[in-house]
Nanobody, 120 residues
């Protein structure tokens, strides 16, 4: 099993910034990708940003130029720096990890979610 611990959500005014963190632990042999999804009430869960083990990144069009995903010095951590936040960025943000277990089986893991609210 893989455990994901997220932190960094909260309430921020429009135009403000937040930084989300996610640390993975457990049965992980290697990580292929880490990322963030978000889900607003009544909507589907959508990709926000992803970073592969090789450092390639991909962003939703709605966050390009405002959000930055990065890996931490500790290999199993990922960050999402969110700048110029808008009310429409309000959602529960979920950390995602695609990895190979210590038994060499592919696995996907999700965090418990952290609420981001952008409001004045």
């Amino acid at each position: 099993q893989v455990q994901l611990v997220e932190s960094g959500g909260g309430l921020v005014q429009p135009g403000g910034s937040l930084r989300l963190s996610c640390a993975a632990s457990g049965s992980i042999f290697s990580i292929s990708a880490m990322g963030w999804y978000r889900q607003a009430p009544g909507k589907q869960r959508d990709l926000v940003a992803v970073i592969t083990s090789g450092g390639s990144t991909n962003y939703a069009d709605s966050v390009k130029g405002r959000f930055t995903i990065s890996r931490g010095d500790a290999a199993n951590t990922v960050y999402l720096q969110m700048n110029s936040l808008k009310p429409e960025d309000s959602a529960v943000y979920y950390c995602y990890v695609g990895s190979m277990s210590k038994l060499r089986t592919p696995q996907t893991s999700w965090g418990q979610g952290t609420q981001v609210t952008v409001s004045s």
